[in-house]
């Protein structure tokens, strides 16, 4: 077969790269989802939302998307917390949180979308910073800033979740609500505030993964969609609540949708997770790294 | 009321409302009753899993689709009756309902939402890479003035609008039907207490599927006459989000336990977006419908009809 190395190789380069920005987006989702069991469908609404926000402030004051970003980490946060309080109040608490917590979500998913409509419009919106437009090369791999700098921010960012929930007390006490919420209550801990802050950390993580998304690519409201498929299948693929799975899940997706790309078509890409979604819950739902 | 009973009094109003209609005799009428019915079946539908089974499918507007594109295909290769399409989209989607149902209903309930979510991105994908039936540009599907119906000639949008209300009928006397029977039972059991279900005996996993396949039959017969309805289907209008969102809003704000829930949210939501389409803009609107979903979901778990017997209830005993 006569496949040109050069394409293979900047295929692979440029996979690893997507891999890691979708590592930061699936974070969240690995909180929420993997060790909360909240089905948190409206979390790439969240990162859009992250993502306007650091247009905004770009475009009218001229400030770095990712300085925004960090900026903007403590409203994340009270949002995150807020929702998940009226989520406990409304759903988990009455025992609800199948059919109506998810119809929840998922109204709030749609709302968040359609205000961003109402507020922008559906035109794409970028931003502007120094790093979009130049590129490194080393040898014949092209690497992007674009693609470069987020991939340094998300690692920094994943790096930052895996030594806070395995080095300090509240994050082994998230490690520990996901596993047993009753004993951690005989410890003497309240399981739902340790679960508050949990959700706001993962919805603060949106913060940042909508700031990247914006600076690979332009952004209108309706993009969270097809990061929906992505995000959960990393996390299934990865193995619930595994964020080192996760880390590996989202590089692998992201070479595969890459070379799909590369060599079918940038159209086939959105299949690529899906086609993944549905072999890991055929043949392996516990994932990579499960439990 | 046993079933053959409330079959005859649904059809009787249906060809009451039919009646009236040609009477009117606007052309507007049918086009904006049409949406509505065509809702009634899509949330009865999506209620046939949804509310008595407790799964959520959030992918009402990919087997929607896929009934219309059944539809656009056969349309293409060798053109039929509009009913037979009805059929053969019920067929196509109940196939796509049945395979996701089996891949992921053995798992937790969490994982079907989520494939669900994921199967619009992908058919709609799918879609747009298939020239055959328009792909992102969609295609044209040139609809009748009239037809002959049994020597008479009717308005080709009237004949659309009886088939819709026909299937509106059915899509009703089959989920009452369901909700009486030990289907039903059996389906509300899995709802309840799943594991205390499959204990007692009861097939979950065999009773998941029938309930997956019939809702997306249902949702593909809904779509299958759409084409012909619209005149010109492109991928983002027959994926629209305001399948996904009406199929699930409008059993949940009017009450998901019973087939009523599902005609009550419709009829309500249907006219209201009828209405505001035309007054103010279709983005407002759905704002308007996801915030009440969210609003009655926290505040009005039963929806508008467990309100309503909560009332009842309050009355009786002062």
Redesign the interface.
Known sequence: MDISWDLLLNAIAAGLLLGGFYAAVTAGVSISFGMLDIVNIAHPAFIILGSYIAYYFNIKYGVDPIVVSIIALPFFYALGAGVYQVYYLSFEKRGQESLRGLAFFFGLLFVTEVSLILVFGVDYRYVEAAYIGPSIHIGIVDLPLRMLVPFVVSLVLFGAIQLFVTKTFIGRAIMAVSQDQTALQLMGVDPIKIKRIAFGISIATASVAGALLIIIQPVEPSVGREYIGRVFAICVFGGLGSMPGTLIAAMLLGVVESLTATFYGPSWAPAVAFGLLLLTLAFRPAGLLGR | MNTAKFSLVALAVGAVVMTVAHWMHVDYLYFASYTILQFVVLATAWNIL?GYC?Y?N?GSAAFFAMGAYASVFMHKTYPLPVPILILIGGVVSGIVGFGMGY??LR?R???F???T???S??LQ??V??WEYVGGSRGAYVIRPETIEFAGITINYIEYLFGLMLLLAVIALVTARTIERSQLGFGFASI?DDELAAEAAGVPTLRLKLIATTLSGAFMGMAGAPFPFYIGYLQPSSAFG?EYA?NS??MP?IGG?TSWVGPLVGALLLGSAQQYAIVTISS??N??I???M??AF??IA?NGLVGLVQGWRRSWRKP
């Open positions: 949804g407790g959520v959030f891949l992921t798992l309930g969490s994982f939402a989520i494939a979510l994921a199967l991105v992908v994908t799918l747009v890479n709802r989000l969102v699930i809003a949940m998901t983005a407002v759905l704002l419908v996801g915030l979903l969210v979901v926290i778990p």
